[in-house]
């Protein structure tokens, strides 16, 4: 933004080159104005959740040089926005209030990484600050601060036409008309209505018609894609405008879908446009209903598909985003388990090596998905398995990650059971240790709500993650350990404290069978080895 005069309107308005000391303020401004931009200092604030305010002298990372204690600032229309990253621009500041309603102007400044935000309303900059109490702000990926400012209207220099140009784009569209070219093309530059969603942390599966019933929520989405890549489940979505888009940004980015996983990271796609061929399960395009499914993909539901073409907001109209996301995604469980009445979490898995395998190692497999609660090798068919999860979503993400791999050495296959629970065999029958009760294991991963292990749960990988590793182990030690389990460890890297490490096998089976025997490892003192796949590579 150029260095331009400004001058702020909080009941007497000063000179070009002088700075605005409100009566209201006892000498405390709250912004700089004037040419000597630089040479100003500005005042900072604490966040408006605090009764009181700290107030200091300095710039935005804070020299704490000089202290005040005023009182917090009554509602205004003009908030006041501070840690803001550098490379921050006037569209992206605006974006944080376009789902509160009309923003009227703006004052960026840059080297205090500040600015004034003016809202057409008190009640619509109320209920931003309301909302942004509670949900930390963020803008590429830092968060900011926002609170009420003790001015009552910004006046600023109308020469500043690339702000007013994305002032005049903003209202423009939220109004419904049609933007001048170069208003256009402001917006354009603003932002793109493509988003680049990423899944962290999928411990349920995420569907394309979950992300579409959630971000509906905030405008007519066009089209979705959904891939995988490096091993993380991601989707670009399409809005019919960018205004939607930064709406859904704004509001969803850093959100969990279910509680402690689940978290969608959103960013603005390069692409303004999607090319959708086929509408299946893996891609759609909601304004072109009748494309074919394509080879080998499950075709939509006709009726399905008819509902999806229209504008679905009255779906979630009641919601807000975030019980929004957590019904879509309750509904996605049900679609996913179509077909098991009241699901268990009960999986059969079949083609088991039977010489090899025991209800522990299926126990300690299956566990890095879910919970296992108990596990039954059949009697009269023991390449064969049934095993309960702690619920029907820990057992279809164990079924999605773990169908079609290879343990000693044959592709297993996991599908749902149609049994309720595993039985327990009666007392005093002895059943060969074929049945094995987990239900109060220490070993379960996921016992503790919102624990860490949520975080990383990955596909089956040749790559796995090593914690709590002694400090007294070497990087030959473990390769020795790893070698010992019957596979080929192709690389090593200790991470900086030396508590964590990962480790290369030669092929996936391999890092299979390893963390099979050595997870929970004892290494002595007391202190059992953790192994878990990861999604890196060394």
Do not use: W
Request: hydrophobic share 40%; with cysteine; aromatic share 6%.
């Amino acid at each position: 933004m150029c260095a331009c005069a400004v001058s702020v309107e909080a009941g007497k308005t000063t000179g070009r080159k002088e700075r605005e000391i409100p009566a209201d303020m006892d000498g405390i401004s709250d912004v700089a104005v004037g040419v000597k931009r630089g040479s100003d200092e500005l005042s900072m604030y604490n966040s408006p959740n605090s009764g009181m305010s700290s107030i200091s002298d300095g710039a935005s990372n804070g020299s704490d040089s000089k202290k005040l204690r005023v009182e917090e600032a009554p509602p205004s229309r003009v908030l006041h926005i501070r840690k803001l990253p550098n490379e921050a621009s006037e569209t992206e500041v605006i974006a944080l209030g376009l789902p509160f309603g009309k923003v009227t102007n703006i004052l960026t400044l840059k080297g205090k990484n500040q600015a004034f935000l003016e809202m057409g309303t008190e009640e619509t900059a109320i209920t931003m600050v309301n909302y942004y109490s509670t949900v930390t702000p963020h803008i590429r990926n830092v968060p900011v601060f926002i609170q009420y400012s003790n001015h009552k209207e910004l006046k600023t220099d109308a020469g500043n036409q690339r702000t007013q140009a994305v002032l005049q784009a903003v209202s423009a569209v939220q109004s419904g008309g049609s933007p001048s070219s170069d208003v256009q093309e402001a917006l354009a530059a603003a932002s793109s209505p493509v988003l680049r969603i990423i899944i962290d942390n999928m411990f349920y599966p995420v569907t394309l018609d979950v992300l579409q019933q959630i971000f509906s929520k905030f405008g007519t989405v066009m089209k979705i894609i959904t891939f995988t890549k490096n091993n993380q489940f991601q989707a670009l979505l399409q809005f019919s405008d960018p205004v939607n888009a930064q709406q859904a940004k704004l509001a969803l980015d850093g959100q969990n879908i279910y509680n402690s996983c689940c978290t969608l990271r959103i960013d603005f796609s390069k692409l303004v446009n999607l090319n959708v061929k086929y509408n299946n399960d893996k891609s759609r395009d909601y304004t072109r209903p009748e494309l074919p499914a394509g080879d080998g993909q499950p075709s939509i539901d006709p009726s399905v598909a008819a509902a999806f073409s229209k504008d679905s907001n009255s779906l979630l109209g009641a919601l807000n985003p975030l019980s929004a996301a957590a019904a879509a995604a309750a509904a996605a469980g049900r679609v996913a388990l179509a077909g098991q009445t009241g699901s268990s979490g009960v999986l059969l898995v079949s083609n088991l090596n039977e010489e090899m395998v025991t209800p522990q190692s299926l126990f300690t497999l299956f566990g890095v998905y879910g919970d296992v609660q108990r596990v039954k090798i059949l009697y009269n068919k023991k390449d064969s398995a049934l095993i309960q999860m702690s619920d029907g979503n820990q057992a279809q993400l164990a079924m999605s990650h773990l169908n079609g791999q290879k343990m000693y050495g044959k592709i297993i296959r996991v599908t749902l059971s149609k049994h309720q629970t595993v039985a327990l065999p009666r007392d005093g029958l002895d059943d060969q240790g074929l049945t094995k009760d987990y239900a109060n294991s220490p070993l379960h991963r996921f016992k503790k709500p919102g624990s860490k292990n949520f975080q990383n749960i990955f596909p089956p990988s040749a790559t796995l993650h090593l914690s709590n590793v002694p400090q007294d182990v070497t990087e030959d030690d473990l390769r020795l350990l790893f070698s010992n389990a019957g596979g080929t460890v192709k690389a090593f890297k200790f991470f900086q404290d030396r508590k964590m490490a990962l480790i290369q096998m030669s092929t996936v089976e391999e890092a299979i069978q390893a963390l099979i025997d050595l997870h929970n490892y004892n290494m002595g003192g007391s202190q059992h080895l953790r192994v878990s796949f990861s999604k890196s590579t060394i």
